[in-house]
């Protein structure tokens, strides 16, 4: 089957290069069209001459084999509207439109539509498409690397949390920009069982403003057949509207704390009602109580930030992001 894929081919990053590789999967021989200096003059600013695009593109094509071939168009179409040799065309997101007004053409000249595959954004660091203009400004390079720290803002200002965000991206990402902001949830004081989660995602999107990411952290109960459970969540959301969500493990409070909380008190108020303790989200956490010191709060805020982080440390495993 005979494939076809075009495009400006500015700055030749490594989402060009998925759009290549998955049409030398499909295909077995690959037609690409690259625009001209005029036509691509006409829609982007900043792009280099035609020589040096073409070159870097060919460099990669060669590691490929040699069932290619290369043709400059000056329209959309590239002449993908009228060929009969071609069966399918490799798209993104962003080319998709155009090749549906191809295949719209062909059905009106009596061809055969083309069947569109379609691959899906390759993303940054910052969880935003990989593209020249980004490259060019300095973002990021070729491979989607950030040229910057990568910046959270955390929907608290309780310090815990934000040590807990701070610690898990630093470990990830190295370099990180990490804040605490003022926000709004409209939870309960003590939330319970699946408001926990909403109350995260709240102070995840109102948290993200001009960041990459919003992170929000909420400790709420659940109760089940054995008892009452404490569970943490995390939700964070990146510029695209993406959440990834994780929690924390589950333990559970002894049978007078749960007995309260039922009763309409919060986990703080039965602590200190019961052991004379006060749960305080800036020390050291009812964890730290219940275990002597084995763990605290901020390393069970970790669990959670990390098992929200899973599909964004391994993004090319989880399509959906």
Not at 56 to 77: F, H, P, Q
Not at 219 to 246: N, P
Not at 277 to 300: P, V
Request: charged residues 30%.
């Amino acid at each position: 089957m005979k494939v076809g894929l075009g495009g400006t081919f500015n700055i030749f990053h490594r989402g060009h290069r998925a759009l290549l590789d998955k049409a030398f999967e499909t295909g077995d021989q690959v037609v690409i069209g690259i625009t001209s200096d005029e036509f691509a003059g006409q829609r982007k600013t900043g792009v280099l001459p035609l020589n040096e695009r073409r070159e870097r593109l060919e460099a990669y094509l060669r590691t490929k084999g040699d069932n290619w071939e290369v043709s400059v168009i000056d329209d959309v179409a590239g002449r993908m509207d009228q060929r009969t040799d071609i069966s399918a065309l490799v798209v993104s997101p962003e080319t998709r439109r155009s090749a549906e007004g191809i295949n719209r053409e062909r059905i009106a000249r009596g061809l055969v539509p083309l069947q569109l595959i379609e691959v899906p954004h390759v993303l940054a660091d910052d969880f935003l498409p990989i593209s020249a203009h980004r490259i060019v400004r300095g973002d990021i390079d070729v491979e989607g690397r950030l040229l910057r720290p990568l910046r959270a803002n955390v929907g608290s200002l309780n310090r815990i949390k934000v040590d807990a965000v701070t610690n898990v991206l630093t470990r990830l990402y190295g370099e990180v920009k990490i804040a605490g902001v003022d926000v709004e949830t409209g939870v309960a004081e003590q939330p319970m069982g699946e408001e926990t989660r909403r109350g995260a995602m709240v102070r995840a999107s109102q948290a993200i403003r001009d960041a990459d990411l919003g992170v929000g952290l909420e400790a709420g109960v659940f109760d089940t057949d054995d008892g009452l459970y404490d569970v943490q969540y995390c939700a964070v959301i990146d510029q695209r509207g993406r959440y990834t969500i994780g929690h924390g493990m589950g333990f559970r409070y002894p049978p007078a704390v749960a007995e309260l909380v039922r009763e309409g008190r919060t986990v703080g108020r039965s602590f200190q009602e019961l052991y004379g303790w006060e749960r305080d989200g800036k020390k050291e956490g009812a964890i730290s109580f219940l275990t002597k010191g084995a763990l605290d709060r901020t390393a069970l805020a970790e669990q959670a930030v990390m098992a929200a982080m899973v599909p964004r440390v391994r993004k090319e495993l989880y399509t959906d992001l």
